[in-house]
């Protein structure tokens, strides 16, 4: 702020402000020497070292395109590594699915034929068991009848040969149908 001030209050002692037109004071011829020997001289110099800084930006552009093209191709292998592997994913679920359906069936008709097979052992056994009670039942029964027929021959006959002849030709009858 000092330094505005500085300007304004020469400017008010001087009464104006003007152009200087001598050109040996103002320096120009010099400036514009100093410009040229400057051309001349860097021209080769600066010319290289700005040839030198085109050639690495070339370059370096080209490198990042390059790098660019192989993210661009990588990406696009990935992405087709990407699809296969969701192929193999879908077929290894449809593979998996159809083998547990495989053996969920597999186990189902083993249980069916475990099932049949004791089922039918069962109605063997049953059956076995009802033949035991049938011919139990009917030992008894003729047992029974044996003793019956016995007790009414005895009465009926007394105690006569004839009586036990027949008694015993019944039971020899009766015998061979049992067995």
Partial sequence: MENFDQ?????AENGS???????????????????GILVYTGK?????????????????VQDAEDRLDEANRRLSEAQKQLSQA????????NETRSAKTNLLRSDANVAKKELVTRFNRAISAFRSKERIIFLEVKQ???????KR?????KETFG????????????????EGDLL
């Fill in 17 to 35: 402000i003007g152009l200087n037109l001598d050109i040996l004071e103002t320096g120009v011829l010099n400036i514009a020497a100093l410009v």
């Fill in 86 to 93: 969701h192929v193999v994913i879908s077929e290894i679920r």
């Fill in 7 to 11: 300007i304004f209050t020469l400017l």
């Fill in 159 to 174: 105690s006569k040969k004839r009586a036990r002849a027949l008694i015993n030709e019944t039971i020899q009858k009766l």
């Fill in 140 to 146: 008894q029964i003729i047992s029974l009848v044996l």
């Fill in 44 to 60: 080769d110099f600066l010319g290289s070292i700005l040839q030198e800084r085109k050639d690495t930006i070339v370059k370096s």
């Fill in 149 to 153: 027929s016995a007790a009414q021959a």
